[in-house]
């Protein structure tokens, strides 16, 4: 038992989780983070609507429409989290070069870019009865678009590469060329509102009842649980794509093929 | 409780279009997003079956 | 060979290239003339109306021009094989991509920065504003051609190479964009640009900077 330790630390320095860099063993781990998320997100997102539709009251200003905020919020949030994983899952991969940490990165992707759309839509539908129109060129909504465009920038990179192992190399370069463009973007975007005074500013969460901030968290987390199993659930997929030949994977999903 | 009546929460004072309009796009892209998830799961799974087979 | 020779050699390469092919430089320049000229006519041709967008149109309009002769850094070497001979020389990458990158620049910025006051006549901007268009169009499209050598890096001959690069660099020049045109729209409202140009400055030396390295590790991936 020693020896088998020793040997363990020899190569992995010590370090337990370098074994996860491995498809093989990370796959059934993936499953079950998956289906915990699962999971949490169903049970999160029916307390945070119950709460938010039928405990938080009636807004004094905005009447019923602010309810918008319950997935508007959470979606900007997320699109922006998101991103940065994929920034920081691709730095790994770039720098340890390990498969697995561009796959995780390609698997944000796809739940990160909806969660932009979703943010933008309803920030639409919540900024038109609130404040006269759908869309506003105010830093945060024009840097989610801005941000869509990255995410999509990076999957068309990712998918023209016929030589998987150079599309995850190149769009790893370009999310972290992206990533460190965000906040130089965000600042120069606030810098052109204040020029253009013609914008109407969209005030913040500025002062909300408990029970919707309660509500909104509670809805945040469920997003994030969500985009969490999502993405397992696209790695795992991407892992059986490329690991097609691997011994392992005919044993891990013997009792899905028929 | 919050609302009077079922015609109320659908009417979200008078502003029922936005609310719903918000929401029913969350469900739209979440289900899309589900269906796209399971179409990639089946075809990768068909195509390690048809290595398997051959 | 030491490195000021290598330099000056692909420096010197890059501006006989275009002193021989003329379409290289004359491409762009009536992309962008043909570009500006059509707005008036979606628009019409109030002058006061024209004066409102016109600042954008020519600098989005010079952009869009110098996007187009990005592909032409590294697509046409990687052909004819001399990009090997780049990759492989003893000098360092990223000096050698500088290199050519200033002379696209140098040819193509100036080019554009000054034929974009000609085009202040044609949304008839005052004489200043035409001035300050000129050395924001000359900053703005090195910047633009410092990130995009990135993207041309990473889509070596590509199928569909130039529209992809586009959508990957243009979201990355809007920095570049508010602050060039920004300065140009304070002149027009007759206050200093100062801020503005400073800003538009600082971000070509961060690109000056950072963008060469990153585009010989992008070369390095792509032609791996």
């Known amino acids: 038992m020693a020896r088998t330790e020793q040997q363990s630390n020899e190569k992995y320095g010590g370090?337990?989780?370098?074994?996860?860099?491995?498809?093989?063993?990370?796959?059934?781990?993936?499953?079950?983070?998956?289906?915990?998320?699962?999971?949490l997100a169903i049970v999160l997102s029916a307390i945070g609507l119950y709460l938010g539709f039928f405990v938080a009251p009636t807004d004094a200003q905005q009447g019923e429409v602010y309810r918008v905020i319950f997935i508007h919020v959470p979606a900007a949030w997320m699109a922006m989290v998101i991103y940065l994983a994929m920034a920081f899952w691709s730095l790994l991969g770039l720098v340890l070069g390990t498969r697995l940490s561009f796959m995780m990165s390609h698997a944000l992707a796809p739940t990160g870019a909806i969660m932009a759309v979703i943010s933008l839509w309803t920030g639409a539908l919540w900024g038109r009865p609130t404040w006269g129109t759908y869309w506003v060129w105010d830093a945060r909504l024009t840097s989610t678009l801005i941000l869509f465009f990255l995410y999509v920038g990076y999957m068309a990179l990712a998918a023209s590469f016929d030589d998987k192992k150079?599309?995850?190399?190149?769009?790893?370069?370009?999310?972290?060329?992206?990533?460190?463009?965000?906040?130089?973007?965000?600042?120069?975007?606030?810098?052109?509102?204040?020029?253009?005074?013609?914008?109407?500013?969209?005030?913040?969460?500025?002062?909300?009842?408990?029970?919707?901030?309660?509500?909104?968290?509670?809805?945040?987390?469920?997003?994030?649980?969500?985009?969490?199993?999502?993405?397992?659930?696209?790695?795992?997929?991407?892992?059986?794509?490329?690991?097609?030949?691997?011994?392992?994977?005919?044993?891990?999903?013997k009792g899905w093929l028929r | 409780m919050n609302w009077e009546s079922w015609s109320a929460f659908w009417d979200m004072g008078g502003r029922g279009f936005f609310v719903w309009g918000s929401y029913g796009a969350l469900l739209i892209a979440v289900i899309a997003e589900l269906v796209s998830l399971r179409q990639a799961r089946k075809s990768a799974l068909q195509a390690l079956q048809e290595d398997h087979d051959s | 060979m030491s490195l000021r020779v290598a330099v000056g050699a692909v420096f010197r390469r890059e501006m006989q290239l275009f002193a021989r092919r003329k379409s290289d430089w004359a491409n762009p320049l009536m992309f962008f003339l043909i570009v500006c000229s059509l707005f008036p006519f979606a628009v019409g041709s109030e002058s006061e109306r024209l004066k409102l967008i016109g600042i954008g149109v020519i600098f989005v309009g010079a952009l869009l021009a110098a996007m187009l002769s990005l592909p032409r850094l590294f697509d046409e070497d990687a052909r004819d094989g001399s990009l090997e001979l780049l990759l492989t020389s003893p000098e360092p990458l990223a000096v050698l991509i500088l290199a050519r990158v200033a002379a696209l620049s140098l040819a193509l910025g100036l080019a554009l920065a000054v034929v974009s006051p000609v085009f202040a006549l044609f949304y008839a901007l005052p004489g200043d504003v035409a001035a300050m268009l000129a050395l924001t169009v000359a900053m703005a499209v090195p910047t633009l051609l410092l990130v995009g050598a990135i993207a041309a890096a990473l889509l070596v001959s590509a199928r569909g190479g130039a529209i992809l690069t586009a959508v990957l660099v243009l979201p990355l020049t809007i920095p570049t964009l508010i602050f060039g045109a920004g300065a140009a729209l304070r002149v027009l409202y007759g206050e200093s640009p100062a801020a503005e140009l400073a800003l538009q400055a600082a971000f070509m030396l961060l690109a000056l900077a950072l963008c060469p390295l990153a585009a010989a590790a992008a070369l390095k991936i792509s032609t791996d």
């Open chain 1, 166 to 253: 150079k599309g995850d190399r190149a769009s790893a370069l370009i999310a972290l060329v992206g990533a460190i463009n965000v906040p130089i973007i965000y600042f120069s975007v606030k810098w052109w509102n204040t020029l253009h005074q013609g914008s109407s500013v969209r005030p913040g969460s500025s002062s909300m009842a408990t029970t919707m901030l309660t509500a909104m968290l509670i809805m945040t987390f469920a997003f994030w649980a969500y985009s969490i199993a999502a993405a397992m659930h696209r790695l795992r997929t991407g892992v059986i794509e490329r690991e097609r030949n691997a011994a392992w994977l005919r044993d891990a999903v």
């Open chain 1, 15 to 39: 370090r337990w989780f370098w074994r996860y860099a491995s498809p093989a063993a990370f796959f059934p781990l993936a499953g079950r983070i998956e289906a915990l998320c699962w999971v």
